[in-house]
């Protein structure tokens, strides 16, 4: 009886020990969203219900093609906009819409449906295994060898708040609301690419007040590969 305990204490401290790279990575949750839309509170208030989820990586995209209705978003830039419209014909839609929740890049939902979100990231976390490990100091990254991905995947530094930024809207759809957007995207840096060799990247220095976060993404509007907080 006692070899029996002390075997299985030895097992059970040898899966505590497993490396960081055999833990499942976060799935990456990419919410477009607009301060001037009238429809985006309720998915903007659902993506701050999934920032402290040690599982997911929720970022929150101003996009700026609602800006002309008579309030910029604080937050959009065109690159934001240009990311979501990559992902709309792999998705299988005609245009772009807000607010969009983009799961791994590969499912995505209106957002207002948080119990159908965590569905969405339920089934991308049973698939996101075998992607490759990213490791990082405070100005490198390795990203691990893993499958050759069919395509040379991009390896993006997303910075964003890491809190919740409250923004009082004067003009527009939501004129005299205060609305309260989480991890909300600030830049969005290629490093370059990766297609399946271990391979490491240069950091630039991090921005005063930012959490970041990396990104391997299977090209343009493709699933993400790899994901990782820093």
């Known amino acids: 009886m006692l070899r029996s305990s002390g075997f299985l204490a030895?097992?059970?401290?040898?899966?505590?020990?497993m490396?960081?790279?055999?833990?499942t990575r976060p799935v990456v949750v990419e919410l477009f969203t607009s301060q001037g839309c009238s429809s985006c509170p309720p998915a903007d208030a659902n993506l701050i219900e999934l920032m402290d989820r040690a599982d997911v990586l929720a970022l929150s995209f101003g996009v700026t093609y609602w800006n002309y209705l008579g309030w910029d978003d604080t937050f959009s830039k065109q690159e934001f906009t240009d990311r979501q419209f990559a992902y709309e014909g792999p998705l299988g839609h005609a245009g772009a819409f807000t607010p969009q929740m983009v799961i791994d890049g590969a499912h995505d939902a209106v957002g207002h449906d948080l119990a159908e979100v965590e569905a969405l990231i339920a089934e991308a976390a049973a698939a996101a295994a075998g992607g490759p490990a990213i490791e990082a100091t405070t100005d490198r990254i390795e990203i691990g060898a893993g499958a050759v991905p069919a395509r040379a995947a991009d390896v993006w530094l997303v910075a964003y708040a890491p809190d919740i930024a409250e923004i009082p809207?004067?003009?527009g759809e939501n004129r005299r609301r205060v609305l309260k957007i989480g991890h909300a995207v600030r830049s969005l840096t290629r490093l370059g690419q990766w297609s399946g060799p271990a391979q490491s990247f240069d950091l630039p220095p991090a921005e005063e007040g930012l959490a970041r976060a990396v990104l391997v993404q299977a090209g343009a509007g493709g699933p993400i590969l790899g994901a990782s907080k820093l």
């Open 10 to 17: 030895l097992v059970l401290m040898g899966l505590f020990a």
């Open 19 to 23: 490396p960081a790279s055999a833990q």
């Open 169 to 171: 809207v004067a003009r």
